[in-house]
């Protein structure tokens, strides 16, 4: 079974600074989707950014962009010039695209907590 | 209008009630989605329908019961939950079941008393 492991419940940032997420991943497959989700107080998880494991290229969003190493199961985000919108719970996932059993399931991991200071 | 809404945004309820969650999604998507997301635990998947069909059931207690009338509306009845039922449930919707990324809903914070 995929698992999906965020090593830091806590992280914090000074605004306009970089931020890293970490974010380790458990399959035996050799295709699956990436993702990271933010949920911000409101409570509406939201898409940051989308990876396709086939992909080579790491995938980008404005200030959001991540660091894939396929060999090394890892998948961090990287946050540049943050800003106070951002703290927010983010959460990694994982996503097969082979159909049937359990692989409509989003796996995902147990999140982090973002604090932004000012 | 946000994509995908969810009703009540708080509920309080008693061991013995009956109440309903409803979910509906404005993005065409064929795929809906039930999460309940407690506190320091990942999002656990409940229940998903593609097409109004139910193609996963993932050992859910028989107090929760979902319906999805047509892909626009999903429905959580609940009848005589527990305290530890408690907890945030997501809604969530995608254009397939496979690779789509899927969209979720603000979210019923429910409190079981």
């Known amino acids: 079974a995929q698992t999906v492991t965020q090593s830091q419940p806590e992280m914090s940032v000074q605004e306009a600074e970089t931020v890293t997420l970490s974010c380790t991943y458990d399959?035996?497959?050799?295709?699956?989707?990436l993702f990271w989700y933010k949920q911000p107080p409101s409570r509406q998880m939201i898409l940051v950014i989308r990876q396709e494991a086939y992909k080579q290229q790491n995938a980008t969003e404005n200030r959001f962009s991540v660091n894939f190493q396929k060999a090394a199961k890892s998948f961090s985000l990287k946050i540049s010039d943050s800003q106070l919108g951002d703290a927010a719970m983010y959460f990694c996932?994982?996503?097969?695209?082979?159909?049937?059993?359990?692989?409509?399931?989003?796996?995902f991991g147990k999140g982090t907590l973002l604090t932004v200071n000012p | 209008e946000t994509g995908v809404t969810q009703t009540p945004r708080h509920l309080v309820m008693g061991m013995t009630n009956k109440k309903s969650l409803k979910c509906e999604q404005h993005?065409?998507?064929?795929?809906m989605y039930w999460y309940k997301q407690s506190a320091k635990k990942p999002l656990e998947l409940m229940f998903v329908?593609?097409?109004?069909?139910?193609?996963e059931n993932n050992s859910v207690p028989s107090r929760f019961s979902p319906e999805c009338p047509n892909s626009s509306h999903l429905f959580l009845h609940l009848h005589t939950l527990q305290p530890e039922d408690s907890a945030l449930y997501l809604c969530?919707?995608?254009?397939?079941?496979?690779?789509?990324?899927?969209?979720f809903g603000n979210g019923t914070r429910l409190t079981v008393t």
């Open positions: 399959t035996s497959e050799s295709d699956y989707y």
């Open positions: 996932a994982y996503r097969s695209p082979n159909s049937g059993g359990s692989n409509y399931k989003l796996t």
């Open positions: 329908y593609s097409l109004e069909e139910r193609v």
């Open positions: 969530a919707s995608s254009q397939d079941l496979v690779i789509s990324p899927l969209h």
């Open positions: 993005l065409g998507h064929n795929a």
